[in-house]
């Protein structure tokens, strides 16, 4: 009945609450002990199963890929279209043999997002239903808007936008902390058609003016200052020193819509350009709660989202709005086994791809009631998010890995002082979840009632692409379970050759899926090249994958230069170039080293310019340039000095014996002969103070 019924005779086993901080896993093994991790199979309650969206896969994932365009567009008869598609549902190229690579869904279809997100539901009597449940970060602060009240916060921001010129297909940047005016800046966009790029708030002014340089948006919409546990940010500055250095390159952003934090800064003490700036509360108030939907093509782009890659340049990937809609809703409401009854809280920032996907868009077009937390999971305490879970009654909590991990380092007193009983689902994203985590997360949070959804995705795909589907089939703790509906993975060899049954290699996708990004901005040869040339006919995703004899789908991390901290995606090539944009750098090579907490860590390799030395005080002001260029949460956990880095005879540095000195394997260091120094290796290993 369910896809893995078939193995489901070998080892049956539940896991068990554990007690302390190591978790203990009590499996009631039949026969012979567990072989690996590969063979825990941890089944939903039969009850849970009964109630679920979907409790047999197996013929909806067939149709899925036997009729997409029959799957999809009965699936998108759901949701509002002005006008329909015509014959074609979807058209795909993904062979760069073939000529350009295009993915078009529903083309020539009209809609709007934020009609079918708020309008619609509304129309369907859900208008008082709580839209956004925000909760500020000081405990006790908090507030909600209905769905009718959403949209009519929407429709006069959309007034406003219109009303100093923006229209459809202008960009707008907004930089923005997590309160309700973030989605409702989203919504406002898509509502008429502009283009909106989210730049996450703790990026850097440098990080922020290279994006308004990449996609000169008519407006910049920010906050003044935000508090994140005891810090306050002060957002409005860092906005200021971008659209400076972006004018300097040319871009002049006309206006800068200024929302009013009072709980972070006072509106007198902000720093001020009258003309340019605007504050929020004075104008967009007084605008009209109704505004005119600009209807339009599914293919039009509805958003922008810069994301790392192996160079210095961050991508500007453009999804579309037709195919965007349809599959975040659809991989919610599966993965999510979502029910109107549902409170759901998804921690990451919209800032991220998770953000846009699954706070604001893939919830609100399924009518969901969304938590919007404003502040720090560990402030006050690390009890903070089970007491959000409570005082909300959640029941859908999607996190990442890296909050996990530290939150069960703090100790279990701190889940277990809280109920939680409302929780029903547990979600997983960012980065592979390690077995102890998702045990800890199983046992110790979920009361070992909930299944989890490892979801694992990309900002280039949009949504969802390998998930459990809870109630649907046993899961095993760190796989991410299963493609979902539509979805054909395949993994690869070096060369490029499918490989069959249990295998591992590279992640690819054979065929295109509603959300899957259309293009990078501006540069649809670098999105060839990227994706679609290494392995040829195919999308490759970056990451390496195993697949067991149960067909469990197994993520083991990128094979490219992108690292994963904390579940954010950095390129090893921008915290180089950030780093030799040190006066004192000459020369820098990165590489993520596994760290307890946050999955990777950021190891610096660098070499001084001739006669400065080493200090101190240098890292310190390496760290800090990291730090300006891109992010805080950037900053190079550690910096190794360098006198010389490990090249071949060609001058490519090797990262892969980097990799094994960051990471202390000094005896796998392999064949070191293709240098074109040898001894650098031993002058690396001599300095390093291990
Ligand atoms: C959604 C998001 C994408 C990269 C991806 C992979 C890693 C995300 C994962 C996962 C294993 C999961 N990743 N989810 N790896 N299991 N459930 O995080 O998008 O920021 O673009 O990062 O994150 O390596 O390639 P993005």
């Known amino acids: 009945q369910t896809m893995a019924t078939s193995s489901s005779d070998r080892r049956l086993h539940h896991v068990e609450s554990g007690s302390g901080r190591m978790q203990r896993l009590n499996a009631v093994v039949l026969g012979e002990s567990i072989a690996s991790e590969e063979d825990e199979l941890v089944f939903p309650s039969e009850g849970f199963s009964e109630q679920a969206l979907v409790s047999s896969h197996v013929q909806m994932y067939k149709r899925s890929i036997e009729d997409p365009a029959g799957f999809w567009s009965e699936i998108a008869s759901e949701f509002y279209w002005k006008t329909k598609w015509?014959?074609?549902?979807?058209?795909?190229?993904?062979?760069?043999?073939?000529?350009?690579?295009t993915i078009e869904w529903f083309k020539g279809a009209t809609t709007n997002v934020c009609y079918n997100a708020l309008d619609r539901n509304i129309e369907a009597g859900n208008g008082g239903k709580i839209a956004i449940q925000w909760e500020g970060n000081e405990p006790g602060h908090d507030a909600q808007l209905t769905y009718s009240e959403l949209l009519e916060k929407v429709c006069q921001l959309s007034n406003y936008l219109k009303d100093i010129g923006?229209?459809?297909?202008?960009?707008?940047?907004?930089?923005?902390?997590?309160?309700?005016?973030?989605?409702?800046?989203?919504?406002?966009?898509?509502?008429?058609?502009?283009?909106?790029?989210?730049?996450?708030?703790?990026?850097?002014?440098?990080?922020?003016?290279?994006?308004?340089?990449?996609?000169k948006p008519k407006a910049v919409i920010t906050c003044n200052a935000v508090r994140r546990g005891t810090k306050v940010i002060q957002l409005k500055d860092i906005v200021d020193y971008a659209l400076v250095e972006s004018a300097k390159n040319g871009v002049l952003v006309g206006a800068c819509l200024t929302y009013e934090n009072p709980s972070a800064m006072k509106r007198e003490e902000t720093k001020w350009q009258d003309g340019r700036d605007i504050w929020w509360?004075?104008?967009?108030?007084?605008?009209?709660?109704?505004?005119?939907?600009?209807?339009?093509?599914?293919?039009?782009?509805?958003?922008?989202?810069?994301?790392?890659?192996?160079?210095?340049?961050?991508?500007?990937?453009?999804?579309?709005?037709?195919?965007y809609m349809i599959y975040t809703a659809t991989t919610f409401k599966y993965a999510f086994d979502y029910k109107s009854s549902d409170i759901y809280w998804c921690t990451a920032d919209c800032g991220w791809i998770t953000g846009h996907s699954y706070v604001t868009y893939g919830p609100l077009l399924n009518g969901a009631t969304v938590v919007v937390f404003e502040g720090a999971p560990t402030y006050p305490d690390y009890g903070r998010?089970?007491?959000?879970?409570?005082?909300?009654?959640?029941?859908?909590?999607?996190?990442?890995?890296t909050l996990v991990r530290s939150l069960m380092r703090s100790g279990d007193e701190y889940v277990t002082r809280y109920s939680r009983k409302s929780l029903r689902i547990l979600g997983s994203v960012g980065e592979p979840i390690n077995p102890s985590a998702w045990r800890w997360l199983f046992n110790v949070v979920g009361d070992s009632r909930c299944p989890i959804s490892d979801t694992w995705w990309?900002?280039?795909?949009?949504?969802?692409?390998?998930?459990?589907?809870?109630?649907?089939?046993?899961?095993?703790?760190?796989?991410?379970?299963?493609?979902?509906?539509?979805?054909?993975p395949a993994i690869v060899d070096e060369k490029g050759n499918e490989l069959e049954g249990e295998c591992s290699g590279y992640l690819c996708?054979?065929?295109?899926?509603?959300?899957?990004?259309?293009?990078?901005?501006?540069?649809?040869e670098r999105y060839e090249t990227t994706y679609f040339k290494p392995f040829t006919g195919y999308y490759f995703s970056g990451d390496g994958c195993r697949r067991d004899k149960d067909g469990y789908y197994w993520l083991t991390g990128r094979v490219d230069d992108v690292m994963n901290v904390s579940g954010?995606?950095?390129g090893t090539a921008e915290v180089e170039s950030a780093l030799v944009s040190h006066p004192q750098c000459a020369e820098a090579a990165v590489v993520g080293v596994e760290h307890e907490v946050k999955g990777q860590g950021i190891y610096a390799f660098v070499t001084l310019v001739d006669g400065v030395s080493y200090s101190q005080e240098l890292r310190k002001s390496l760290v800090l340039a990291v730090r300006h260029q891109i992010g805080a949460f950037a900053a190079p956990d550690r910096i190794h000095w360098a006198p010389g880095l490990p090249k071949t005879r060609s001058g490519k540095i090797m990262r892969r014996i980097l990799r094994k000195i960051a990471s202390r394997q000094l005896d796998e260091l392999g064949d070191t002969s293709t240098l074109a120094d040898p001894s650098v290796v031993d002058q690396l290993i001599a300095l390093s103070d291990f």
Request: charged residues 20%; glycine residues 10%.
């Open 166 to 215: 923006i229209r459809k297909g202008d960009a707008v940047v907004i930089y923005m902390p997590m309160l309700m005016e973030l989605p409702i800046a989203m919504l406002a966009c898509a509502r008429i058609g502009a283009v909106h790029s989210v730049v996450f708030a703790g990026f850097s002014t440098e990080s922020l003016a290279q994006r308004i340089v990449d996609c």
């Open 385 to 401: 998010c089970w007491d959000i879970v409570d005082k909300f009654k959640v029941t859908i909590l999607y996190t990442a890995p």
């Open 86 to 101: 015509g014959e074609e549902v979807f058209t795909e190229n993904l062979d760069v043999r073939k000529g350009k690579i």
């Open 458 to 488: 990309q900002t280039e795909t949009g949504g969802f692409l390998i998930t459990p589907l809870p109630g649907a089939w046993p899961q095993k703790p760190g796989s991410a379970t299963f493609p979902f509906f539509g979805v054909q």
């Open 568 to 570: 954010h995606r950095i």
């Open 281 to 323: 509360q004075d104008v967009v108030p007084k605008y009209s709660t109704t505004c005119e939907v600009e209807w339009m093509d599914a293919e039009d782009p509805l958003f922008l989202l810069y994301t790392s890659g192996s160079t210095g340049k961050p991508k500007g990937v453009l999804h579309t709005i037709g195919g």
């Open 509 to 524: 996708i054979k065929n295109s899926w509603p959300g899957a990004f259309r293009t990078l901005y501006g540069d649809h």
